[in-house]
Structures are given as structure tokens and as C-alpha cells.
């Protein structure tokens, strides 16, 4: 068997693992108002902090609507995000997803991918006995800028390494400093200022090359 170059990989979810961005999802009613607040934070042009609770205050994604999000993660799982995930846990490889989404709808999703809930962090919601939205965890590290780095640190000790980290916002970038190297993919949404500072760039549809980026490719 191949050894794989990395030993762990990270993946973000929204337009990485899936192609959608999932709090666009939940947006009815004010769709276009929370994409522009999800693409301005994702470039970099404005703190994940300015916009992360005040999106959730005008969404108030109750119970049902989170349940109806996690299908729509597997329904758009990035062409072969199932197969990249299996082939790399059949090489030992570590997989664990980062994401400043929604932990309630990205946990199905995972299972999906054949990751248990401890390979996952993201961000609790919380809800009234009669599944109204009640907030949010506000003191997860995911819901303001530089979170994931922070993250990745806390896990580095228990992880085994390399480790390459896949994402395709300026979140992700951020954690670079914690992580051996970091690929932006660009097969979703191409974001200039996450792709030009990447140690390297997919910008294939697939997530197929993330396994030649793990088990084949000459890092030189």
C-alpha cells in the first residue's frame, strides 16, 4: 500500500466538501442579504465575527429547517467527496471536517462520508422545546476570524502528521500556520485571495486530486 504523504487531512464542508454554502440554504426570505454577508467574510473583506451572529438573528433557523439543511449537504456532495474521504481512511489517513457551519446539519453529513461525530467541529445551534431557534454557541472559536487555527492548534497533539488542510475561504487560510500545507479548492467558488496564498490549488469540479495532492503527488 502507498504511503501517504499526509497522515492527516482536514476538509472545510460548505463549497468543499458540499457545493453549497449552508446558511445561504437556510435564507429564505432574505437570500441574496446573507449571500452578499457569507461571500464578504469567505473574500476576507469583512471579520467572520460581524457576521456570523447577526446572519443566524435574521435567519432563526428552527429545528426542522436545520434537519431539511443536512439532506441538502449530502445531496450536493462535491463530485467524488465520498470516494476521496473512504480511499483516504483505507490508506490510515486521519480525515476530521473544520467548519464554521452548523454541527447539527454537518453531522449527517459526515456519517454520510463515513466520519463519526468526534472527527467533526463546528458550531452548536440551540433550540426551544418546540424546535424555535433559541441561538447559538457563541463562544465556539468557529464563528470569529482566526477560529480555526485555533482549532487546528488544540488538535495538533493527538494528530498524526503531516497534516494538509483543504478549504476554500480566507477561514480556512488562516489556519495555515498550524497545518504542514494547505490546498484552497477552487472547484465551488474561486476566492483570489485564498487561491494566490495556497501552497496549492484545485480547481477541478472533483475532490479526486486531493488523493493524488496526498498518496502520489512530488511535493518537490
Not at 474521504?85 to 459526515?110: D, K, M, N, T, Y
Not at 426551544?128 to 441561538?135: F, K, P, Q, S
Request: proline share 5%; with cysteine.
Amino acid at each position: 500500500m502507498t504511503t501517504p504523504r499526509f497522515r492527516t487531512v482536514i476538509f472545510d464542508c460548505d463549497s468543499t466538501l458540499s457545493a453549497i454554502e449552508g446558511i445561504d440554504e437556510l435564507a429564505v426570505g432574505c437570500r441574496r442579504e446573507i449571500a452578499a454577508l457569507t461571500e464578504a467574510a469567505m473574500r476576507g473583506e469583512v471579520p467572520l465575527e460581524q457576521v456570523y451572529g447577526a446572519r443566524l438573528a435574521l435567519i432563526r433557523p428552527d429545528r426542522a429547517s436545520v434537519d431539511a439543511l443536512a439532506g441538502r449537504y449530502i445531496a450536493a456532495a462535491v463530485e467524488g467527496a465520498r470516494e476521496t474521504v473512504g480511499a483516504l481512511r483505507e490508506h490510515g489517513v486521519e480525515v476530521r471536517i473544520l467548519s464554521g457551519g452548523l454541527r447539527q446539519a454537518i453531522l449527517p453529513f459526515a456519517a454520510w462520508l463515513g466520519l463519526a461525530e468526534s472527527d467533526v467541529a463546528a458550531v452548536d445551534l440551540y433550540f426551544h422545546d418546540d424546535g424555535g431557534y433559541a441561538g447559538y454557541d457563541e463562544s465556539s472559536p468557529l464563528g470569529r476570524s482566526g477560529g480555526k487555527r485555533l482549532v487546528v492548534e488544540s488538535w495538533r497533539p493527538g494528530l498524526p502528521g503531516p497534516v494538509l488542510l483543504v478549504g476554500d475561504g480566507v477561514t480556512d487560510l488562516e489556519a495555515r500556520p498550524a497545518v504542514d500545507r494547505f490546498v484552497a479548492y477552487a472547484g465551488v467558488t474561486d476566492r483570489p485571495a485564498v487561491t494566490s496564498a495556497a501552497d496549492a490549488v484545485i480547481r477541478n469540479a472533483s475532490l479526486l486530486p486531493v488523493l493524488r495532492e496526498v498518496l502520489h503527488a512530488d511535493r518537490g
